[in-house]
């Protein structure tokens, strides 16, 4: 049976593991850094720590006992890396996102990494003159799993939280877009259900966005989930 939900009018992407394929940039990065002060990271600190967390916690969680000026080294280090490395879009995002621009429907970039970084995505995915809203990690005080990033992009959309549609990789991604009362589905396992993503999608080589005579729009999943936009 397929799925009709309408009101969507806005769609809010999560950056690293949604626009593009960070992870690997990510850990080595993180992996460098604890190694330039004599530490190791597990996975476990991956996840809860870093993945879809702003910088600001991972330092103050990981590196809180360093002295301010070796905090800066490793958040420098954590730029550099990330700044400097190749990335790769995630399949099929360009296309969505241009295909909903050319739709009318609003978008959005919401994430904890920093707005060179954001601006540097936009660029490769050549997709800047899709995007109304950023929210970056300078934007608000309580990044993710908070729900302020997106209370905010929302804010600035002027669209009620339950006309948004949100893509998340993440656990604190996840539970940021589900605590703002937006309509999530998740990228990647399907363990991201029980945290609330009303779904699962590899990437998002199968979505069409088909234009209704009426001017809305369908999100076509290529499951069993068609969503109604416009």
């Known amino acids: 049976m397929r799925e009709t939900l309408t ?11 949604v626009l593009i394929d960070s992870n690997e940039a990510i850990e080595r990065a993180w992996r460098e850094a604890v190694h330039m002060y004599g530490r190791t990271i597990s996975d476990t600190d991956m996840v809860k720590h870093i993945h879809g967390q702003p910088g600001r916690h991972t330092i103050a969680t990981l590196f809180g006992d360093l002295s301010i000026t070796d905090q800066q080294k490793v958040q420098a280090h954590i730029i550099y890396v990330e700044n400097t490395a190749i990335y790769k879009p995630i399949a099929g995002v360009a296309k969505f996102i241009t295909a909903l621009h050319k739709a009318g429907v609003k978008v959005a970039i919401v994430t904890s990494s920093w707005l060179d970084k954001v601006n540097s995505v936009m660029n490769l995915l050549k997709v800047k003159e899709c995007i109304s809203v950023i929210i970056d990690r300078d934007s608000v005080t309580r990044g993710k799993p908070y729900p302020d990033p997106y209370l905010k992009a929302i804010k600035y959309l002027n669209i009620a939280a339950k006309q948004a549609m949100v893509f998340e990789d993440s656990i604190s991604g996840v539970k940021s877009a589900v605590a703002a009362g937006t309509y999530c589905v998740g990228v990647g396992h399907e363990s991201l259900m029980t945290l609330g993503a009303k779904f699962t999608i590899a990437d998002f080589s199968l979505i069409e966005v088909i234009i209704q005579p009426n001017g809305c729009a369908i999100i076509d999943f290529g499951n069993a989930h068609r969503i109604l936009v416009g």
């Open 7 to 17: 009101k969507i009018t806005a769609v809010l992407f999560d950056m690293d593991g």
